[in-house]
């Protein structure tokens, strides 16, 4: 069965840092281009950056509105996806997905894990 | 970055009712689009990738069409489940961009 577990969400104050993880198993997790996909409570889906599999360069994009912010890694050997996010706004409350890249033909998602940035 | 220009952003429909949404981009992006739904406190699922191949699972009433600048998610006949919110998503160009979201709620 195809695990996607998200953790490390939280309540931070603005200016802070939060470190999300992405546990994943029942699929080869080292040749899945993985993603972070973003909802702000009451709104639409945003993309927020993506991490490539090492064997296709281990690049990284990212979404304007985070570049230099955050930070999207992976660890293979532990098949966990991480997302680290400094500096941040109170506009970057959201519930935090992890899936596998659009580019891929299966679809996994994870929970969710639910960021508030507040004072 | 592309715009996806979603339509209508809600409606109201009946059970066994057929059910168009539609996206267009602001330019060109073959056929790299996927259909999403999403049901309150879950996690989205794709139905359809390509633009117009279902995903592995997803019931046969869901159709996908289009390529370039306009495509179109369809439900043949409106199932109890299918009251959700449908996103598109276009990966053809980064950043990918999702359309703003189409409501169905039940009539």
């Known amino acids: 069965e195809v695990q996607l577990v998200e953790s490390g969400g939280g309540l931070v104050k603005p200016g802070g840092s939060l470190r999300l993880s992405c546990a994943a198993s029942?699929?080869?997790?080292?040749?899945?281009?993985m993603t972070w996909v973003r909802q702000a409570p009451g709104k639409g889906l945003e993309w927020v950056g993506r991490?490539?599999?090492?064997?296709?360069?281990?690049?990284?994009d990212y979404a304007a509105p985070v570049k230099g912010r955050f930070s999207i890694s992976r660890d293979d050997s532990k098949t966990t996806l991480y997302l680290q996010m400094n500096s941040l706004k109170t506009e970057d409350t959201a519930v935090y997905y992890c899936t596998t890249d659009a580019v891929h033909l299966n679809d996994y998602w994870g929970q969710g894990t639910l960021v508030t940035v507040s004072s | 970055d592309i715009q996806m220009t979603q339509s209508p952003s809600s409606l109201s429909a009946s059970v066994g009712d057929r059910v168009t949404i539609t996206c267009r981009a602001s330019q060109g992006i073959r056929n790299d689009l996927g259909w999403y739904q999403q049901k309150p406190g879950k996690a989205p699922k794709r139905l359809i990738y390509a633009a117009s191949s279902l995903q592995s699972g997803v019931p046969s009433r869901f159709s996908g069409s289009g390529s370039g600048t306009e495509f179109t998610l369809t439900i043949s006949s409106l199932q109890p489940e299918d009251f959700a919110t449908y996103y598109c998503?276009?990966?053809?160009?980064?950043?990918?961009?999702f359309g703003r979201g189409t409501k169905v709620e039940i009539k």
């Open positions: 029942g699929f080869t997790f080292s040749n899945a281009w």
């Open positions: 998503l276009q990966h053809n160009s980064y950043p990918p961009t």
């Open positions: 991490i490539k599999s090492k064997i296709d360069g281990g690049t990284t």
